[in-house]
């Protein structure tokens, strides 16, 4: 008996809404398509998911899931990236949540006319894979190696936001915190032609060893890599530091900096006094803006001649 035209008619439905989704559905190895925007006519260019592409070692691509926060007006935007840290439990990894518009930090930057670009990088939150930034056991800790994989990425949003309408295509600002912000000092030691500034927030990595406060390890080994990215970080950048960091203490972001510096390295490194119950949290904290705001206005002057 042979089957009734409804039974082809679905087997058509079916194969039309196949080819729909292999459409749509995102690859980890293909190239972004154009971003578009989500939202209400009213705000569909001010906060735009976009799909980044990274490229590693072994040519193997992954789109880095992020988020385009933009100012009012129309004229191209000089472009932010905010690159968030790194949980110390492995299993949190995968919990990240990509930046909002909303928050605190990127509305400092929005309501001075600067464009956000938050992401989340190889190994966090919806971007997923394989966690790149691993710098191994303890004992033999290559922090090297972690901080150039995610400058990797940081690399990719610069290439990628620069070269969008809405963007200009240089004077990056790159603000890093925790491995965002060592992952910002390892940039610093690559060309970074689009880039006019670099941020540290708490920089650091190996903070809360098996998730103690105050543990960390191998800061000895985290001094030497600081000292390993010397002085081809010919960019100036400012570190700010908080005194109650349960991640990095004053005596271990000094360090860093002295061997930064001795190498030849160029940063201003800046601790201002306890915030919170943990100054780690300074730069995403309710009120933090208020401590670091000054510095940042400060820097961003004398790095960009005060203009947006």
Same mark, same amino acid.
């Given at each position: ?10 087997? $058509? ?38 799909? $980044?592409?990274? !490229? ?105 936001? !620069? ?35 670099? $941020? ?67 940063? !201003? ?21 208020? $401590? ?17």
């Amino acid at each position: 008996m042979l089957p009734s035209p409804f039974f082809y008619q679905k087997a $058509i439905w079916l194969c039309l809404l196949l080819a729909l989704a292999a459409c749509i559905e995102p690859s980890a190895t293909a190239p972004a398509a154009a971003p578009s925007p989500r939202g209400n006519a009213a705000r569909e260019a001010r906060d735009q998911r976009h799909a $980044i592409p990274v !490229t590693n070692e072994s040519g193997r691509t992954r789109l880095l899931q992020a988020r385009l926060c933009r100012p009012a007006g129309e004229a191209p935007a000089r472009l932010v990236i905010i690159n968030h840290g790194s949980p110390p439990d492995a299993a949190a990894r995968p919990r990240v949540q990509l930046g909002s518009c909303r928050d605190a930090a990127a509305q400092w930057f929005l309501t001075r006319g600067y464009a956000v670009l938050f992401a989340l990088r190889r190994g966090y939150g919806s971007t997923g894979g394989d966690w790149a930034e691993s710098y191994g056991s303890c004992a033999k800790a290559d922090y090297v190696h972690a901080g150039l994989e995610t400058a990797r990425d940081i690399a990719a949003l610069a290439d990628y936001g !620069t070269a969008l309408p809405s963007i200009r295509p240089n004077g990056v600002v790159v603000v890093g915190q925790s491995a965002g912000g060592w992952g910002a000092i390892a940039y610093a030691s690559r060309p970074h032609p689009k880039v006019a500034a670099f $941020i540290v927030m708490a920089g650091g990595r190996g903070g809360h060893q098996n998730n103690h406060p105050n543990q960390n390890c191998r800061p000895d080994r985290l001094a030497e890599a600081a000292g390993r990215y010397d002085a081809t970080a010919e960019t100036p950048m400012l570190w700010v530091y908080a005194a109650n960091d349960s991640y990095f203490s004053p005596a271990i972001a000094t360090s860093l900096h002295d061997a930064f510096i001795a190498a030849g390295g160029k940063a !201003t490194l800046v601790q201002p006094g306890p915030f919170g119950g943990d100054g780690h949290r300074l730069f995403f904290g309710d009120g933090g803006s208020a $401590i670091w705001g000054p510095l940042f206005e400060r820097y961003l002057a004398d790095r960009l001649g005060g203009a947006t």
